[in-house]
């Protein structure tokens, strides 16, 4: 048994019996068992004989068996308690087995995180913080067993970020607690809708006017940075709206010119939803994008959220990793042949550019810079040129017909075969066959996918 120190002693205050004597006492088999019993009761405070005698019984037959090596005295007085004195409940009570180390630990000694009901001892929720507060990433911080909840759920992460806050001061030092503090504070703040990062120093602070006033200047470095379309502030961005000031940028601007709709491209990076970091890259061939700054990880074609298994609603039959894109995403259209784009944005009156620069300087290959992964030396696309397209590779090329399309938020229900409208009403759940519209099932319009599946916002 355990070594108690007299803080964990509080059940047995106001004792006139000095704490050694009464565990010598009580644990002490040969000293006669109502004196032991009585001890109890009254140094306890145990409510009855009848408990105070279970304490003895389990003192005597069951605390040297293996299950039970963390209880100490006191644990077992507080399961006597807690369960009425029933002493198959309390020794239940008293060898809860931990997750983690699989250990077993009286319930005093045994955390959960509120959330889900996995089991850890103190000691192993201790490290278990300890390496995800000084390590990883605040979306990490989910219960090491099942990995809930799925922090980049807003909604979760509301419930459970607070729970922590309760329970870590209990566990760790005050100097973790300041750093768990502070992560979690840079947390929400880069969640606010209203915060941004400078685009020229890296600093990120909220933008109180918003959307009222788009070039933003950094507290910092005093430099100004859009806070829509996120680029450096010129003055040619002034009374445009981000989209103009883009054609503006396509049609004027001198480096555009030489490099055409490669710098387009490469100008409009990924955003991360979460944290809001802005990454010039191009969406090349995998739309799965993994945020350096949070760890968040999306679709950089519609920006939904990627999971993993067992990550979220169980409705959802996907398996593995995955992203529930809807039909507008880049990762659908990209399957369209370039023709089929062009007529989605012809039908909506939207211009687009298919004349290569003029001052392109390899006119054959694409001249578009790509980063395989983040931190890996650029390299130019160099695929073939297509006829049509604009100086650019195809595959580049419709990643800007498709970033119109989404911009414009262009419906491509129109080019979708029958078999993609109908894998669009089944993904939703919309019966395929309505009884009021007999013929679906066969032929199914792209206005039943407009209205039964509207697009997102
Ligand atoms: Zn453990
Ligand atoms: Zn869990
Ligand atoms: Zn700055
Ligand atoms: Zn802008
Ligand atoms: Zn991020
Ligand atoms: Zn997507
Ligand atoms: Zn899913
Ligand atoms: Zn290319």
Not at 107 to 136: D, H, P, Q, V, W
Not at 304 to 319: A, E, G, I, L, R
Not at 371 to 394: F, I, M, T, Y
Request: charged share 30%; aromatic share 8%.
């Amino acid at each position: 048994m355990q070594a108690v120190s007299n803080d964990n002693y509080n059940s047995i205050s106001n004792s006139v019996v000095k704490y050694e004597d009464f565990q010598r006492v009580v644990k002490n088999q040969n000293i006669d068992a109502s004196r032991r019993i009585r001890m109890i009761l009254v140094e306890g405070k145990l409510q009855s004989w009848g408990r105070a005698a279970t304490v003895i019984k389990i003192l005597d037959n069951d605390l040297n068996k293996d299950d039970y090596p963390e209880c100490t005295l006191e644990d077992v007085i507080e399961a006597v308690r807690n369960c009425t004195g029933d002493k198959a409940a309390a020794l239940v009570y008293l060898s809860e087995e931990c997750m983690t180390c699989y250990s077993k630990f009286p319930k005093s000694k045994i955390r959960s995180l509120g959330t889900c009901t996995c089991k850890l001892c103190i000691g192993c929720m201790k490290s278990y913080f300890l390496i995800a507060i000084r390590e990883k990433f605040v979306r990490e911080w989910s219960c090491p067993i099942c990995n809930l909840p799925d922090l980049d759920d807003e909604k979760k992460s509301d419930g459970y970020l607070p729970f922590l806050t309760l329970l870590l001061p209990t566990l760790l030092e005050p100097d973790i607690i300041e750093l768990f503090l502070e992560r979690l504070k840079d947390w929400h703040l880069q969640r606010d809708p209203k915060f941004r990062w400078c685009e020229q120093c890296g600093n990120g602070f909220l933008w109180e006017a918003g959307e009222r006033n788009l070039a933003m200047t950094c507290p910092h470095c005093k430099k100004k940075t859009c806070f829509k379309c996120k680029k450096q502030w010129d003055a040619h961005h002034d009374g445009l709206t981000c989209e103009e000031y883009d054609q503006w940028r396509i049609d004027n601007d001198p480096d555009n010119q030489a490099h055409g709709l490669a710098r387009h491209l490469e100008a409009n990076g990924i955003d991360c939803p979460k944290c809001k970091r802005r990454y010039d890259k191009t969406k090349g061939g995998c739309i799965h994008f993994s945020c350096p700054e949070c760890r968040h990880e999306f679709c950089s074609g519609c920006f939904n959220q990627f999971y993993h298994n067992n990550k979220h609603s169980v409705h959802c039959k996907q398996n593995g990793l995955h992203c529930h894109h809807p039909r507008d995403c880049f990762y659908y259209l990209r399957d369209n042949n370039i023709d089929q784009l062009k007529r989605l944005l012809v039908d909506q009156n939207v211009t687009f550019n298919e004349i290569e620069p003029e001052h392109q300087e390899d006119k054959k290959h694409c001249p578009v810079m790509e980063q395989k992964d983040l931190g890996q030396k650029e390299e130019a696309c160099n695929k073939d040129v297509e006829v049509g397209c604009a100086g650019l590779c195809s595959n580049h090329y419709k990643e800007y017909l498709v970033g119109l399309i989404n911009k414009h938020k262009v419906d491509p229900a129109s080019i979708l075969t029958n078999a993609e409208l109908k894998i669009c009403l089944t993904r939703h759940d919309v019966p395929t066959k309505h009884t009021d519209r007999p013929t679906l099932l066969e032929t199914l319009s792209p206005w039943h996918v407009e209205a039964d599946v509207r697009l997102p916002k």
